[in-house]
């Protein structure tokens, strides 16, 4: 696609319930991110792809938190047992290769509200 | 110590003044220095990247990095209404198998008044 995009944009869930936040990259760029944006707060790392493996997820804040990617394609992050803490922008991200001299994609983000 | 420091702001300027933003951090190993410009409700849109300590210049845009002092800057001409929007640095270093997180700055909103 031309850009990055990612599903849906808005999720209001019940605390202690699973969500699915889904990411599709600019075709091509094998380089994923996701980060996450608290409100009034800078953007925080949590994963790295580079194809379909995650060779950096150090930023992943508990085992509530897990995502995958298929080939080159899509990532989902998955939160399960949703907390109130949870509730930010997440924040997908692409580039062409893992290069960091200029900088990625974003999407648009999922606005995440958990109640 | 934070790695990278940025003053939230708001800031308020008018039409046409000259706009100076400005990041500082700690972390020497950073290499390449970004600016990114946020509109509400939208992802971060990549305005200006560095590499080296100096001046790049994109139209009305002038990046400044100065490496000794580890402090970067993004400097807007004749600013507009449209210039309106949270602006972030961000810097980043190799963290091995192809990972370059980039570390950003909590961003400065700047509002442009007609």
């Known amino acids: 696609g031309a850009g990055v995009s990612q599903s849906p944009s808005n999720k209001v869930t019940e605390k202690g319930k699973d969500v699915e936040l889904r990411c599709d990259p600019i075709s091509g760029h094998t380089a994923l991110y996701w980060y996450r944006q608290r409100l009034g707060q800078g953007l925080e790392f949590l994963i790295y792809?580079?194809?379909?493996?995650?060779?950096?997820k150090s930023g992943l804040p508990s085992d509530r938190f897990s995502a995958e990617r298929t080939g080159e394609s899509v990532s989902t992050l998955t939160i399960q047992r949703t907390q109130q803490e949870d509730s930010a922008v997440y924040l997908c991200?692409?580039?062409?290769?893992?290069?960091?001299?200029?900088?990625?994609?974003f999407g648009s983000g999922t606005r995440l509200t958990v109640v | 110590q934070k790695e990278v420091e940025q003053d939230p702001g708001p800031l308020s300027v008018p039409e046409g003044a000259i706009v100076s933003l400005n990041c500082t951090y700690s972390?020497?190993?950073?290499?390449?220095f970004m600016w990114y410009r946020q509109y509400s409700r939208k992802g971060p849109e990549l305005l200006m990247y560095t590499y080296s300590s100096g001046n790049k210049e994109d139209g009305r845009f002038t990046a400044q990095v100065d490496k000794s002092s580890k402090y970067i800057s993004l400097f807007i001409r004749d600013s507009q209404p449209s210039d309106s929007a949270t602006y972030l640095c961000a810097m980043s270093a190799s963290r091995g198998a192809g990972s370059y997180q980039l570390t950003f700055g909590k961003g400065t909103k700047l509002s442009v008044i007609p």
């Open positions: 991200a692409s580039s062409r290769t893992g290069t960091g001299g200029n900088g990625y994609t």
């Open positions: 792809f580079q194809g379909n493996s995650a060779p950096d």
């Open positions: 972390n020497s190993a950073f290499q390449y």
